[in-house]
């Protein structure tokens, strides 16, 4: 039997490919959600394969990245931050600004990746954790980014 594996993106699908004919469609893996897994998938072509289902969003590279902030729901007040690691679903970044953020804001991040493409990328986040003492903020990214949508922190990712 042959095998196969896709990615499980952040909105809780996948795209999968059969091994035999190649035909590709999107399945939703909400109820996989957290786990590595293995399944057996019969195709239209009436061929069997197992598939591997990798949670890529819970993969988080470590990063040291100099960006801005805007916090939209603290009257936009803007200010410096260091992006300190990054996964498709979010990211964690320290500031100075620490006091000027709670659990639930609505934030605009930008920062400039430090491979060969450079590539500025912009976010809108929600803010999940603060920690005042560390001054480091975590974040999800607002709207389910796809990694098609998002290619340069995809690569920026899987390097
Ligand atoms: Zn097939």
């Known amino acids: 039997m042959k095998s196969t594996k896709a990615f ?4 809780h699908t996948a795209i999968i490919s059969c091994p035999y004919c190649n035909c590709r469609k999107e399945i939703p893996v909400e109820k996989f959600k957290g786990n590595k897994c293995c399944l057996k998938i019969k195709c239209s072509c009436k061929e069997v394969y197992t598939l591997n289902l990798e949670f890529r969003k819970k993969v988080r590279k470590k990063a040291n990245l100099p960006g801005k902030f805007t916090n939209h729901s603290q009257k936009n007040c803007r200010g410096d931050i260091v992006v300190k690691n990054l996964s498709l679903g979010g990211l964690e970044f320290v500031t100075m600004e620490i006091d000027n953020f709670k659990t639930g804001d609505e934030v605009t991040v930008s920062f400039k990746l430090d491979n060969a493409g450079n590539a500025t990328i912009k976010k809108e986040v929600t803010v999940c954790s603060v920690r005042k003492q560390a001054h480091s903020v975590g974040c999800e990214f607002t709207k389910s ?11 920026y990712l899987m390097a």
């Open 8 to 11: 499980v993106r952040p909105d």
């Open 145 to 155: 980014s796809d990694i098609a949508l998002d290619k340069d922190l995809g690569f």
